[in-house]
């Protein structure tokens, strides 16, 4: 089975902290995706990796970064966190190609104060 | 851009009833539909993949028809049971990129 994990469930972190989200998948995937979940929102794509190295601009990349210096992690870099990045983070990854089922890790909850 | 609508928003059933959710979006130039399920507080997990094209795809109780031309889905969860209960989520594939519907939340009730 995929198995995509994302290493902290629950985080709380201050405004101003440099916040990291760490994604890791077993698969030998090569694309590798981040989305945020909220309310009444739904699901939107903050950035994408389809190879080591490589990242595309999602639909919400403001305030974020990413890293991606080997193929089975994907990192999400808050440089400095603000209370309306308050949210629920899931990461996911795929084969390449557009026809390929894409897997969704569990989650993280991050709440800034 | 994609838009993707589900309806209803919310389902409560009784157990044993057939489930139908609906899927819509505004663009057929997709690659493939995809149907999860996310328990409250988790990850999606998912359930079928259809690629553009199919016209159906099937696993156990659910089935899932895709109409790429009219840009619609149906998922059907027959028999549904009260572990059925969950938010079920559309989302099509347009090259890298997911676009989402908000979700239908079904209840089935013992």
């Known amino acids: 089975d995929v198995k995509v994990t994302q290493s902290s469930r629950y985080l709380v972190k201050r405004t101003g902290e440099k916040v990291f989200l760490e994604c890791v998948q077993d698969?030998?995937?090569?694309?590798m995706f981040w989305y945020r979940q909220d309310p009444g929102l739904g699901l939107r794509l903050i950035y994408f990796s389809y190879d080591v190295k490589m990242k595309e601009k999602g639909d919400i990349p403001e305030g974020y970064s990413v890293s991606r210096e080997k193929k089975e992690r994907f990192s999400l870099i808050l440089e400095s966190a603000s209370t309306n990045q308050t949210s629920m983070y899931l990461c996911?990854?795929?084969?390449?190609?557009?026809?390929?089922?894409?897997?969704f890790g569990e989650g993280s909850w991050l709440t800034v104060v | 851009k994609q838009e993707v609508t589900q309806i209803p928003a919310a389902l409560s059933v009784p157990e044993g009833e057939n489930l139908v959710l609906n899927c819509s979006f505004t663009d057929s130039a997709i690659y493939n539909l995809q149907w999860f399920r996310q328990d409250p507080g988790k990850g999606l997990t998912s359930l079928l993949l259809?690629?553009?094209?199919?016209r159906e795809q099937t696993s156990g109780r659910l089935n899932a028809s895709l109409d790429k031309s009219s840009g619609r889905s149906t998922l059907y969860i027959a028999a549904s049971q009260p572990g059925d209960s969950a938010t079920y989520l559309c989302a099509v594939r347009g090259d890298y990129k997911l676009s989402f519907g908000a979700g239908t939340t079904v209840t089935v009730r013992a």
């Open positions: 698969m030998d995937h090569e694309n």
């Open positions: 259809i690629q553009s094209s199919q």
């Open positions: 996911a990854s795929s084969l390449k190609g557009a026809g390929n089922t894409i897997y």
